[in-house]
């Protein structure tokens, strides 16, 4: 299954409110995880099941979708948000990411 | 919360084999888990590589499917990534991790490892 991210870049100011798309290549119902890795990091998981947020993960961030379309918004930026964002299909295995998206400040 | 310590060469030469291990603390490797591989070269994207449940089922990645093998050690509690015949193209940050699982939310990578950076280089 193919995971197509976009943008690829995005350059947003503290306080704008982002959105970043995946898509999948086929239906992959609910099976999307969302994730922030920072230079030098390892991946930390967001969101589960497409709209699911992490305990302790801000409620800035939310995700939608189901299928093959799906969204991950971050209502109002703050400093620590600009990473790089990836997403993950768990429907079947592999269980490929999507390109990614680098979140930079304007 | 489980921890996740990978470990292994830094530098391997073109052909050679890429050998690491993944110890696990805080939890067993027995547990009802699937351990997974997770690679980045650098500057780009993340790759899974392959899995491995603790009765010694795995899935890899078609694309590395005939160079990789995944293994389990229960008496040290780890995890082991072979890779061979490597070239540059194999050069990477190596991560483990652990999905934890619910019938709702499917698989979903909580657990990480911090990485280890592998050079493919004479």
């Known amino acids: 299954i193919q995971m197509t991210q976009s943008p690829s870049s995005l350059s947003a100011s503290v306080g704008d409110r982002v959105t970043i798309t995946c898509r999948a290549s086929q239906s992959i119902s609910n099976y999307l995880n969302w994730y922030q890795q920072k230079p030098g990091k390892a991946p930390k998981l967001l969101i589960s099941a497409a709209s699911s947020l992490q305990s302790g993960v801000p409620s800035r961030f939310s995700g939608s979708g189901s299928g093959t379309d799906f969204t991950l918004t971050i209502s109002s930026l703050q400093p620590e948000d600009f990473a790089t964002y990836y997403c993950q299909q768990s429907h079947s295995t592999p269980y490929t990411f999507g390109q990614g998206t680098k979140l930079e400040i304007k | 919360q489980v921890q996740l310590q990978e470990s292994g060469p830094g530098l391997v030469k073109p052909s050679g084999t890429l050998s690491l291990t993944c110890a696990v603390s805080g939890g067993s490797i027995s547990s009802s888990n699937w351990w997974t591989w997770v690679r980045q070269p650098p500057g780009k994207g993340l790759e899974w590589i392959g899995e491995i449940y603790h009765s010694g089922s795995t899935n890899y990645n078609p694309s590395l499917k005939s160079r990789v093998t995944i293994s389990v050690d229960k008496s040290k509690n780890q995890v082991s990534l072979k890779l061979t015949s490597v070239t540059a193209a194999d050069t990477a940050v190596y991560y483990c991790?652990?999905?934890?699982?619910?019938?709702?939310?499917?698989?979903?990578?909580?657990?990480w490892g911090q990485g280890t950076l592998v050079t493919v280089s004479s």
């Open positions: 991790t652990r999905p934890s699982y619910s019938s709702s939310m499917g698989y979903y990578f909580d657990s």
